[in-house]
């Protein structure tokens, strides 16, 4: 059997290639949480948020879309270590739910890649490999 392919450069580059796929993934992660938002398919409000928003003049019943600041400050970034995803901290807490007084809030996971984006992540991913997997000698 002869072999005619040398793992050697892909294993050098395989630490960058990744890195390069965890800031795809964040950044289609932050696609999809803004995705998520827009859509409003999350958990409906309650009726004491409403009438909130309504003391507030904020006609909107959009979940986590009160005044857009959310949303806004939603990104999502390549780093040295690989991605990472930024927003307002108050955003972790609607993902995950949180305690407000006696009262218990149930979780909104909003935090999702962009099934549009992940997509061209993956291949651009698959292409890295492809082309550090080489012949030998080329």
């Known amino acids: 059997i002869t072999v005619t ?20 993934y964040a950044r289609s992660s932050a696609t999809g949480a803004k995705e998520i938002i827009e ?24 979940p986590l879309y009160e005044t857009g600041t959310l949303h806004r400050s939603i990104k999502g970034k390549t780093t040295s270590k690989g991605g990472e995803i930024s927003m307002m901290r ?17 979780p909104r996971p909003f935090i999702s890649p962009s099934k549009k984006v992940i997509l061209k992540a993956f291949d651009a991913f698959r292409k890295n490999i492809r082309k550090s997997f080489k012949k030998r000698g080329r």
């Open 90 to 106: 108050y955003g972790i807490h609607h993902h995950r739910g949180f305690i407000t007084g006696s009262r218990k809030v149930a």
């Open 39 to 62: 859509s409003g398919k999350l958990r409906k409000l309650e009726d004491v948020t409403i009438e909130t928003r309504k003391r507030k003049n904020i006609t909107g019943t959009k």
């Open 5 to 24: 392919y040398d793992a050697g450069k892909l294993a050098s580059k395989m630490p960058e290639i990744v890195r390069k796929h965890m800031g795809r």
